[in-house]
């Protein structure tokens, strides 16, 4: 059953579209190593938060492999991507409503084969969402 493809970026463009049509921001938490391209400064204990709204972001793709698009950080233009291996959220800013997904970590070596002197995972980082009525 291995062959079957991960629904995860389907789900992404789902809750981004779920997000869009109903007025809600869509944001997007990601794990950063090596394999992401995000500006470093704002990235806080190997993660960052990423606004994926259509008035944020332009030439936003949500590809199978790779989330991409480019935004402004500071008011400097800044070219993003991001697998979506290392997505562990999405979800509405104004409810909290969204998806979290756990972080594979064995998917990190086949998308750049780097090797790290520090190679400890952060633990409990992960952000957790509660459904909100």
């Known amino acids: ?15 981004h579209q779920w997000c869009t049509d109903f007025g809600f921001t869509p ?5 950063v190593d090596s394999s992401v ?7 806080k204990k190997d993660e960052i938060v990423l606004n ?20 402004r ?4 233009p800044r070219k ?13 800013r104004e409810n ?7 972080f594979d970590a064995s998917q990190t070596n086949k998308l750049k084969d ?5 190679t400890e995972k952060p633990k409990g980082s992960r952000p957790s969402l509660t459904i909100v009525k």
């Open 27 to 31: 944001f997007m938490a990601v794990f």
């Open 114 to 118: 780097v090797s790290h002197e520090n």
């Open 1 to 15: 059953m291995s062959d079957i493809p991960s629904n995860k970026p389907y789900l992404i463009r789902a809750l």
């Open 96 to 102: 909290g409503q969204g998806m979290s997904f756990p």
């Open 80 to 92: 993003i991507m991001v697998p979506v291996s290392h997505v562990l959220a999405i979800y509405a």
């Open 52 to 71: 994926l709204s259509l008035e944020a972001c332009h030439q936003l793709n949500l590809d199978n492999e790779w989330i991409s698009f480019q935004a």
């Open 37 to 43: 391209e995000v500006p470093m400064e704002f990235v």
């Open 73 to 76: 950080f500071g008011g400097v």
